[in-house]
């Protein structure tokens, strides 16, 4: 009902909001091609974030960050060969540094505590990605306005 | 799958009696169930049958979940309790989970109620044919001649497979559970998530509502395989190794009992054969569920150390202490996971002692000692 009501007031938010996020870029890392490719289709769909490139693995994304400089890295934990964990390690050194989402399938406080202690920005529980990721696009485009 | 799964149901509501048992005709059991309402008629209906599960409303005029746990446990009967509550909060939740509840299940979320009972009660009768097999085992253990010795041992050789059988099952099952099911689930979730974002005017109200229903049911599956994987294999051990695992599970102890836990390492810094890795936290683990069941210790400590290519661990507690009578007494309870633990650490060609200074009455402590090759 209340959506109904400020429909219109809703689009022009959207506009708004929509210019305001242009510029962020996003690596999606993740080893279920499933998860990345609805990442992909989320953030499409339903924000202004634009994915400019999906990783596999820890290694895949540490180059993949050099060659295409995100502004924003989505990476699962849990990955064989290179785990997020220490992917951000060697990636937090990079120039310049994105900003880094570690999310877990699990949401342990220990999970989310290594992963801050890694280096990384946030962390998410996979569950809520979707808030969390809303959120965080908000504020990092608000970061890039100012 | 076609054993009769026998509820006690402790209800003084017909209609959400009714609901309850509605929910478990649901499963592949046909049940035999009958409703009781006051500590009188729980306490025949535990003595005159047998049931598979104990399914109890939180809060009944003159009666409640908290005493009719308490009467199932006087009764020593291994059966699963579970609340079955619309009331139930955080804190009364977790006092029930502390003084032996199985699970709890909220009315407004009762698809969770048949994967809860299913699993508790496969997991009892499990423990009932653990208690079987171990008396068995420790009855032939005492009649043995040295001729009967070279079959004891080969038995024993089994039972070791078993064990590390089991860590690699569960292992590839948690993989699987985490890698496939968790993460199409969590796909699926954002799939759903972007159809609405088309809008009021897009997606006809029925259909959003729909989808709500949809996310609600994907978010109480997703939580659902997190557990099962969680129970399977600790997350915090693949991605972090055993010192954090076994960190994170002390302090997790430590939260919910009145024990005081410390937990020493040294030289566990870097990661160990996985076998090993997995081998230590259960048997850590198997150790901490004694002493919190079993030694009423005030406190409790526990070292693991890997020096001179061995690997120590010492579990101490300053609880009752562990006379031969007690621990016989408990191991035909199938109580105590002491020989469980000591063929666990058979299996890596480790060793296990367990010490209790003789007993003349006053508290002594236990400790357990484990050594393994590393």
Known sequence: MVRAAGGAKTVVMGLLIAERRARLRVLVVDDSAEFRSAVRAYLHGATDAQVVGEAADGDEATHEVERLRPSLVLMDMHMPICNGIEATRRMRTLEPRPHIVLFSLHAEPELQHAALAAGADEFYSKRDFVPLVEATLTKLSSAAQR | ?????????????????????????????????????????????????????????????????????????????????????????????????????????????????????????????????????????????????????????????????????????????????????????????????????????????????????????????????????????????????????????VESQARVSSTRWSLQTAGIGQRLAPELEIACFRLVQEAVTNVLRHAGASSASIRVARENERLSIAVLDDGCGLSGARAQACARAGHLGLVGMRERARALGGELSVSSPPSSGEPTGTRIDVLLPA
């Not at chain 2, 009696?17 to 008629?41: F, K, M, N, Y």
């Not at chain 2, 009649?143 to 041992?153: P, T, V």
């Not at chain 2, 949809?214 to 190794?241: F, H, N, T």
Request: hydrophobic share 45%; aromatic share 4%.
């Open chain 2, 1 to 249: 799958m076609s054993e009769t799964l026998c509820v006690l149901l402790i209800e003084d509501s017909e209609s959400d009696a009714g609901l309850v048992l509605r929910t478990l005709s649901q499963g592949d059991h046909p049940l035999h169930a009958l409703r009781v309402e006051s500590a009188a008629e729980l306490r025949a209906a535990l003595v005159e049958s047998s049931w598979d599960v104990v399914i109890s409303d939180y809060q009944l005029p003159g009666f409640s979940a908290p005493a009719a746990l308490t009467i199932v446990r006087e009764a020593q009967l291994d059966v699963p309790f579970i609340v079955v509550s619309g009331t139930i909060g955080e804190d009364e939740a977790v006092m029930m989970m502390k003084a032996g509840a199985a699970d709890y299940v909220m009315k407004s979320n009762l698809l969770r109620l048949l994967p809860a009972v299913v699993r508790e009660v496969s997991d009892a009768r499990h423990r009932r044919a653990r208690r079987v097999a171990e008396a068995a085992e420790a009855g032939l253990r005492a009649q043995l001649g040295d001729s009967q010795r070279e079959a004891y041992e080969q038995l024993s050789a089994w039972h070791r497979r078993l064990e590390l059988t089991k860590d690699e099952e569960r292992r590839v099952l948690s993989r699987e559970l985490h890698d496939e099911l968790g993460q199409t689930l969590t796909a699926l979730k954002l799939r759903l998530k972007v159809v609405p974002r088309a809008g009021p005017s897009a997606v006809p109200a029925a259909v959003a509502s729909s989808i709500d229903d949809a996310l609600a049911l994907v978010d109480s599956l997703i939580d659902r395989v997190r557990k099962i994987s969680v129970d399977l294999r600790p997350p915090l051990l693949d991605e972090l190794g055993l010192e954090s695992a076994l960190r994170a599970f």
